[in-house]
Every structure is written in C-alpha cells, then in structure tokens.
C-alpha cells in the first residue's frame, strides 16, 4: 500500500507514548517518504518530539476536537495502538479511510480491525504485538528494530537546570522511581528501604528519587546524601536525570522506559502486568513473582488478591541484590 501522510495514535499514559516510538520508527523506516503525524497526550508531547515524527498531535480527552481534525484532515491511514474510542473517532471524523488497529469497543469506527487476543498479547513485547495487529489488518509487515525506544534530547537550558539539581559526583548514582500509575504495581518501600541500606555497604553509591508531582506527596525512605527530584522536573529533565545515572530501580512505569530510551542500565519490578509485554528488551533486566493471578492488568487489578499485593511483596531483598550484581554487567 501506498499512504504518502500515516497517523499513529496512542492515547494511553505517558509510558506507552514512549514504548510506541519504536513502532513508530519502524513505520518510518518502512515508509521513508510519508508524513507521520503522532497524536499524544499533551503531558508527552515533549518527550516524543523526534527527528523522524514530522508532527505531534497533542490530544486527551476533554479537549476541543476540530483543530485535531483539521490537523489529520484526509490522511491516508490511522494506526491505533491503543484502545481509546476517540483514536478511532477522530481519524473517522477526518474522514481518514483506513483506520486499523484492536477493534475493542469501537468497530463501527474501525475500517480494519482484528479482536485483541488476551492471551498472546501477554506473552508478545507490546510493540511486536502491534506490529502483528497492524500486519493482519491491511497486511503491511513492518521494518526495523521494534524494542528500540527514543525520547527527544533536553534542550541546552534543561540541561544546565539538571545541572543544578543534580551535581556531579564520584559516587555511583542509582535512580529509583518507587511508585506507579497503579498501588499495587509498586514494590513495597519496606523492600526499596532494605536495599538502599544494603547497597550502601557495599556500594559508594547515592540514590536519586525520581517521579511526578503527585509522587512527591508520598512517604518514602531516603537518607540526608539522597536527592529528591520527585515534581522537580519535566519529562526530558527527568530523561537527562536517568542518562546521567548509573542505573535505575522501577517498577512498570513510564521512567522505566525512558531510561530504556537514554540507554541506562534498569532492574525492573513486575508482578500485575506482564514482562514478556511490557518490560524494555534492551539495558533491562526483570524480577516476576508470577501469581497464579499474574498478570491482572486486563482484569482489574488487584481483583483477585483484594488489593493485597503479593506479587509484588513477594520479590525479596537477596534477589533484587543478587538481580543488581547481573545488572552490572550491562
């Protein structure tokens, strides 16, 4: 097929916008010439402002849709990697003729859409899933490296403001970004607490607590020679923080992704979604207590375990430890 202007949308959180730019460079490497046009949350928009994405789409729900569709008007093709009913409705509304993607709960505006299948899509990393959903529906086979992820550079000024928050050091910097879009996705502080105090007899190390403004309202343990830039940065900031880092502990959330993106060493937490979909497959290595409620991310989480987390408070001091000595070796 010929498409000379592609949208992709992905309207989930932050952390998708990221994974998805893998899916996206794939798009480009497949088609060199067409214009790609990506449509984000506006919380993303910077953060996936790429040499090869000639236009951002900012967009979430509530906003007004005519300037969107003015902005997709007649594309050639819509990609839909999420689930969301309005990345179907609008590129219906802009009167795009192929709209492909999981058909979910909005068929009548799909032109080409396959069910989602529950069971492979867990086993399958995200956007070679997609690649597949794509593939079966208008039968276009992607090219490139679909695990590479990308996140746009901080400009010069956010760069001297990292700069300032986070002063150069001898010692070996460790990012923690401890909480989640989700409770019970979050590893317990109890656990991040024993292994910060482990790690600091055996490691000339700090730690640097990264996370959104929301975060900074939580407890958590850190000692005086720690930094906490909970709410202090934006998303490139943060993404200079983590390329400046030594490494990253983290459960499934967006920092685990954009450190992926900057090439920096991350020991990931998993336990209600799955690894096989979610984990980065470069400078990435994974601790799964899988329950046999594991994953529970497309049926409510926490449903089966009543909020209780054992997932996640199953995974031990001596094996993230012992997880941190492999990781090194990255």
């Given at each position: 097929?010929?498409?000379?202007k592609?949208?992709i949308t992905?309207q989930?959180?932050i952390g ?5 730019t893998g899916?996206?460079?794939a798009?480009r490497?497949?088609?060199p010439?067409?214009?790609i046009?990506y ?9 996936v402002?790429?040499p090869f ?11 007004p849709?005519?300037?969107v569709i003015k902005?997709?008007?007649r594309?050639?093709v819509a990609?839909?990697l ?5 990345s179907?409705?609008?590129p219906f509304l802009a009167?795009?003729?192929v709209r492909a ?5 909005r ?6 859409s396959?069910?989602l ?7 399958i ?5 997609m690649?597949q959903v794509?593939e ?6 992607l090219?490139g490296?679909?695990?590479k992820?990308?996140v746009?550079?901080?400009t ?7 700069d300032?928050?986070?002063?150069r050091?001898?010692?070996l910097?460790?990012?923690?970004a401890p ?7 979050n ?11 482990k ?9 640097v607590?990264?996370g ?8 958590f343990?850190f000692?005086?020679d720690?930094?906490?830039?909970r ?6 900031e943060?993404?200079e ?7 990253l502990f983290?459960?499934c959330?967006a920092p685990l992704?954009?450190a992926?993106?900057v090439k920096?060493p ?8 799955s690894?096989l979909?979610?984990?980065p497959?470069?400078f ?13 991310d497309?049926v409510?989480h926490?449903k089966f ?5 054992i997932c996640m408070?199953s995974?031990?001091v ?6 941190f000595?492999?990781?090194k070796?990255?």
């Amino acid at each position: 097929m010929k498409f000379e202007k592609i949208l992709i949308t992905q309207q989930n959180m932050i952390g998708d916008a990221v994974i998805s730019t893998g899916f996206v460079k794939a798009v480009r490497e497949t088609f060199p010439k067409s214009k790609i046009a990506y449509m984000v949350l506006p919380e993303a928009a910077n953060l996936v402002k790429l040499p090869f994405i000639d236009e951002i789409v900012p967009y979430k729900k509530g906003m007004p849709i005519l300037p969107v569709i003015k902005k997709i008007w007649r594309y050639d093709v819509a990609l839909c990697l999420d689930f969301k009913y309005k990345s179907a409705l609008l590129p219906f509304l802009a009167m795009i003729p192929v709209r492909a993607g999981l058909t979910h709960k909005r068929k009548l505006f799909m032109s080409n859409s396959i069910a989602l299948d529950e069971v492979e899509s867990e086993q399958i990393y995200f956007n070679n899933y997609m690649a597949q959903v794509i593939e079966k529906c208008i039968g276009i086979k992607l090219q490139g490296d679909l695990t590479k992820l990308y996140v746009a550079d901080a400009t010069d000024a956010e760069k001297i403001a990292v700069d300032k928050i986070l002063p150069r050091s001898e010692k070996l910097t460790i990012a923690i970004a401890p909480f989640t879009s989700t409770l019970i996705k979050n590893l317990p502080i109890e656990t991040y607490k024993a292994v910060m105090q482990k790690l600091r007899t055996t490691e000339n190390c700090r730690f640097v607590l990264i996370g959104g403004k929301a975060d900074a309202q939580k407890n958590f343990y850190f000692a005086e020679d720690d930094i906490d830039l909970r709410g202090k940065t934006t998303l490139t900031e943060m993404a200079e923080v983590l390329r400046r880092a030594d490494f990253l502990f983290s459960g499934c959330s967006a920092p685990l992704h954009i450190a992926a993106a900057v090439k920096t060493p991350t020991l990931a937490f998993y336990g209600p979604t799955s690894p096989l979909k979610w984990a980065p497959k470069n400078f990435c290595k994974y601790i799964y207590q899988k329950q046999e409620c594991s994953p529970c991310d497309r049926v409510g989480h926490g449903k089966f375990c009543n909020m209780n987390n054992i997932c996640m408070k199953s995974i031990e001091v001596e094996e993230i430890l012992a997880a941190f000595e492999s990781l090194k070796a990255i």
